[in-house]
Structures are given as structure tokens and as C-alpha cells.
């Protein structure tokens, strides 16, 4: 027998009928590309993207046409998360770090029909459309009094205001099959071309109502977001539709992304709560601590994309008081799979175990169910001490890469992560490793992203990264490279000294480098294989 309850279906519009009908006066503030604040509300906003969702037939996009954004965080690029989606279009965020060559491919490969993009890139616009095919059409996210003179678009150089202009705001969302694609990202590509992940609307909504969660982000409508991670960037952590859902105000940065620029935002419009990379992070904090200021409003923070350090943990919840969330996720995952809040009967642990609970990755998000196995695919036990390879299955973990000829990644359904970790018995999930970066010294396992965590605890430490370095008689050994602070005369022997009684002796490296910067892709994370082609022979002889 079945249930006798209505059948809707899960749409990213829906989101934004919510948003408007129930919390249609919440603000929206975007710092844009030229130069000043915009100001304006949920109901606003819904109104200009039924009139761009309009625009968009216009320009004779069809549904399941992908549309492509190079943009910013800002009150444009949200109108697009739904005139696009919402219409049945395919959003399509590209990531403006990628070097342009991998731009074009993900471009091509995604067939993307229009284009949009913030004035910050026209450049890099340029140089891409003198490379592909696809986009018909090139919309630049300004206003008429700030359009460029360009020529390399063929004449179809459009204006993002006039289109708004020129187009009706009574638009009835689509009544789409929940299961249809709704967003497209692609993996950053550090080895190989990018992949394609295509969301659905049903996998979108239910990711919200799951990463809005109280164990989860814990968002209301009376929270004050700012989502520093990047829109176009896995849906910055679905942050705009979550704000959607629960009728938060929203704070957008723009390209501003230093710590001077991030901490006035944070202050003007009393941020309660944000996320992003570690290394955005590292930015805001030297910028207040340098003030001698902290947080009138900001009460946590979601850390993610990389390792959080259990020094900038510290940093936030000991001098500021702003409760530190470690994420992980990834593009296949939507991208949350795991978010560390304690438990009932952890709140009361001293706090040393808490900071070592809150360096794990915590615990699944419900819809989302992970395990760890052995080389040969038996389930390892949650004792949190057995390593192994981490496979995770759910409703926005993705089955197959977009595009015809690729073939599912799925183990017996579970999708592999690359990542290395363990499982206690509370299910909290800690990541040792991302499986090519594991240093296997004389046959046995050390963690880099342990021995990275140690030398973030130095006070001299800027960016820490250990990688395996080839090595005659162990095969390998941790090779430890960091920028120091500004000033630091900090010495190898003293730093390597700071390991000691922190990490077994032989996790200690043999040797540290001393480097003026790491190399970081374009979502923020070190790229370690470049590091490993530089200084991947620095114990052999010579």
C-alpha cells in the first residue's frame, strides 16, 4: 500500500518561491566589481530572476542547455543559481583560477551555450573566446555605463542590466522532474583533465536541507552569512540556496578576499557566521591579530577544502571566541560529507580531547553513509585507529562523471574519496592522508597532514607542507617545507626540536626547507604534486 501524501518534487526554484513568500524583506549586501556596496532583498532578488529567466529565452536557451558563470560572490551571480536552474538550464560555475587552456576545455566539454562574466575577467574572457566554439553568446555582469569595449566576441557582447531591463519579471517556474540536472562543476584537475559533476534539483534540495542542519552549519533566519567560499566553487558549500531555505541575510565579499577587506565586511554587517579555506582564514586572522582587535559578532566558522591547523582552531575559539566547524566534502559530494559537531556526552570532556576531536572531519551528514576498507575491500572496524581507503555512498554523491564516454568510479556503489582515514566509535572521521600524498617510510605509514598540524603549532610558522621524499635505505622520509612568518629567523634544527614528544620519532622529518611561498590551485589547496616534482630527490645523492 502506499502513502497517501502529495508528490512535489524537490526544485532549486522552490528555494527562492520560499525565500520571497516568507523572508522577503531579508537583505542581501554585495561589496561588486566596481567598486561600491549593492544593497537590495530576497524579494528583490526573486523578481529580477524571473526576468533574466525570461532573458534567457530570449536568447533561445533551451532546457538542459548549459549556461556558464566566471564571477564573483555577489547578488548577480545568485540570480543566476536560479534564473538558470530554475528555468531547466544547466548552471555551470567555472572556476576563474584554472589556467586558460583548462578553462577552455571545460568550457568545450561542457558545450556551454551563453556565458557570463564579472568585468574582473574580461581578460581572461578574451583569451578564452579566441579558443572555443561553444558560447554563442558573452554577457558581461555590469551595467551599461560600465560596458568595455571589446572586440573579440563577434558583436555578441551583452549587457547583463540591459537584459534585466528588457525583460518581464512574471515568470512561472517550470514544474521539472526533480531528478533533471540542475548545476555543473568540475573537479580543479590536478592530475588529468577536469570531471564534470552534474547536480540534480533533488540532490541540490536535499544537500540544503541537510547542510542547514543544527549538527550540520546550523543556519536561521537570524543568522548573517557571508559565504567567503567561492559561488563558483561547489556552490560555495551550498551557502546561497541554504540562505535561501532559512531566510538568512546575506553578506557578499566580491573579489575582496584579503584580510583587511573581509574583517571591515565582518564588522559592518555583523556577521554571525562564514566559511572558507584555511588559507583565507590565515589572511583575516594575521589582519586582527595585528589590530590587537576581534569579532563583535561572529560566532563560527565553517573550515574546509583543506586540513583545518589545531593552531588557527585555537587562534579562533581561544582569543576570538568564534567556534571553529571543520568540514570535508568534495565536488562529487555536493560537496559536504561530514561536519564536526560534538556530541551530548562530548561537551563535557576536558579540553584537550576536544581539540582532538575537533581536528577530525567529524561525522556524516543523514544522507550521506561512509565506510573505510583494506586493500582488498573489507570494511575496516570504527576503532579510530585503522587506516584506510574512504568509499561513501548517499543522495548528492555522484554516480558518473558528465559526459558520454566516461566510465562510473563506483566500487560495489560506493564512490572511492582518495582520501585515507579512520573511524572512532562515534563515527567521527578523520582524514591521515590523501592517498597519493601518504609517506611509506621503511613499510610503514606516516601522516603528512599530522606533521603539518605539529608545525602549524610554531609561532614562527606561515604555511607548512610535509611531502614523501625518495630516500636510499627507507624508500621515503617526510621532507618538511615552510614559510616562515615575516621577520622569523627561525632554523631548521629549532623546528625540527618542536616534534619532539609531539610525533613518534621516526614521523619526524629528516630535513626542513625553507621556501618564500607554496604553490596553491585554484580552490586554495597546496598542490603537493608539484612540490614532490621540485623536491621529490632531495635525500638522494646528488
Known amino acids: 500500500m502506499q502513502g497517501l501524501m502529495m508528490q512535489q518534487p524537490l526544485l532549486v526554484a522552490s528555494l527562492l518561491t520560499h525565500a520571497e513568500r516568507h523572508h522577503g524583506e531579508q537583505k542581501i549586501v554585495s561589496r561588486r566589481v566596481e567598486g561600491d556596496v549593492h544593497r537590495y532583498t530576497y524579494r528583490q532578488l526573486a523578481k529580477r530572476a524571473r526576468r533574466m529567466a525570461n532573458a534567457l529565452g530570449t536568447l533561445g536557451v533551451k532546457r538542459g542547455e548549459r549556461i556558464g558563470t566566471l564571477a564573483w560572490n555577489g547578488y548577480r551571480h545568485m540570480e543566476l543559481y536560479f534564473a538558470v536552474s530554475g528555468s531547466g538550464s544547466v548552471l555551470h560555475t567555472l572556476n576563474p583560477r584554472l589556467h586558460v587552456d583548462q578553462l577552455a576545455y571545460i568550457i568545450e566539454h561542457a558545450e ?15 583569451s578564452v573566446a579566441r579558443r572555443v566554439k561553444s558560447p554563442k553568446v558573452f554577457v558581461a555582469m555590469t551595467d551599461r555605463a560600465h560596458m568595455p569595449q571589446a572586440d573579440d566576441f563577434g558583436g555578441m557582447l551583452m549587457c547583463y542590466e540591459d537584459l534585466i531591463e528588457q525583460s518581464d519579471d512574471v515568470f512561472e517556474w517550470p514544474l521539472l522532474d526533480e531528478n533533471s540536472a540542475s548545476s555543473l562543476c568540475y573537479t580543479s584537475g590536478t592530475t588529468g583533465n577536469p570531471k564534470g559533476v552534474l547536480y540534480s534539483h533533488r540532490s541540490t534540495v536535499l544537500h540544503t536541507y541537510a547542510a542547514a542542519l543544527p549538527d550540520a552549519m546550523n543556519c536561521s533566519a537570524r543568522d548573517v552569512i557571508l559565504p567567503v567560499v567561492p559561488m563558483f566553487h561547489v556552490n560555495a558549500w551550498g551557502l546561497p540556496y541554504i540562505a535561501c531555505m532559512v531566510g538568512a541575510k546575506l553578506v557578499f565579499p566580491g573579489p575582496a578576499l584579503d584580510g583587511k577587506s573581509l574583517y571591515e565586511l565582518i564588522e559592518q554587517e555583523q556577521v554571525t557566521m562564514s566559511a572558507g579555506v584555511p588559507t583565507v582564514w590565515q589572511g583575516l586572522l594575521a589582519h586582527v591579530d595585528a589590530l ?3 569579532f563583535s559578532s561572529m560566532r563560527r566558522t565553517v573550515i574546509g577544502g583543506a586540513p583545518c591547523p589545531t593552531a588557527m582552531t585555537d587562534a579562533f575559539q581561544n582569543r576570538h571566541q568564534v567556534e571553529v566547524l571543520h568540514a570535508w566534502g568534495m565536488t562529487e559530494l555536493s560537496p559536504i560529507g561530514t561536519i564536526c559537531s560534538f556530541k551530548a556526552h562530548q561537551q563535557s570532556l576536558p579540553m584537550p580531547q576536544r581539540h582532538a576531536l575537533q581536528a577530525k572531519q567529524g561525522r556524516s551528514l543523514c544522507g550521506i553513509d561512509m565506510r573505510i576498507v583494506d586493500a582488498n575491500g573489507d570494511e575496516l572496524p570504527w576503532d579510530g585507529e585503522s587506516p584506510g581507503d574512504l568509499q561513501v555512498r548517499g543522495h548528492w554523491v555522484t554516480q558518473q562523471y558528465f559526459g558520454a564516454d566516461v566510465v562510473s568510479p563506483l566500487c560495489d556503489g560506493w564512490f572511492p574519496t582518495g582520501d585515507i582515514a579512520t573511524i572512532d566509535r562515534d563515527g567521527f572521521m578523520q582524514i591521515t592522508d590523501r592517498s597519493k600524498d601518504v609517506i611509506k617510510s621503511g613499510g610503514e605509514w606516516i601522516s603528512s597532514a599530522a606533521i603539518e598540524n605539529v608545525a602549524y603549532l610554531h609561532p614562527e610558522v606561515s604555511m607548512a607542507v610535509c611531502i614523501a621524499a625518495r630516500h636510499p635505505k627507507w624508500d ?9 612568518k615575516s621577520g622569523s629567523e627561525l632554523a631548521g634544527d629549532e623546528l625540527l626540536s618542536f616534534f619532539n614528544g609531539r610525533v613518534a620519532r621516526w614521523w619526524t622529518p629528516d630535513a626542513v626547507v625553507f621556501v618564500e611561498t607554496v604553490p596553491l590551485g585554484a580552490t586554495g589547496k597546496v598542490l603537493k604534486n608539484q612540490l614532490r616534482d621540485q623536491f621529490g630527490e632531495y635525500y638522494l645523492p646528488a
Do not use: M
Open 476 to 484: 621515503e622520509r617526510p621532507l618538511l617545507l615552510v614559510v616562515k
Open 112 to 126: 556551454d551555450r551563453v556565458l557570463f562574466f564579472d568585468l574582473t575577467f574580461l581578460p581572461l574572457i578574451e
Open 292 to 294: 590587537g582587535a576581534t
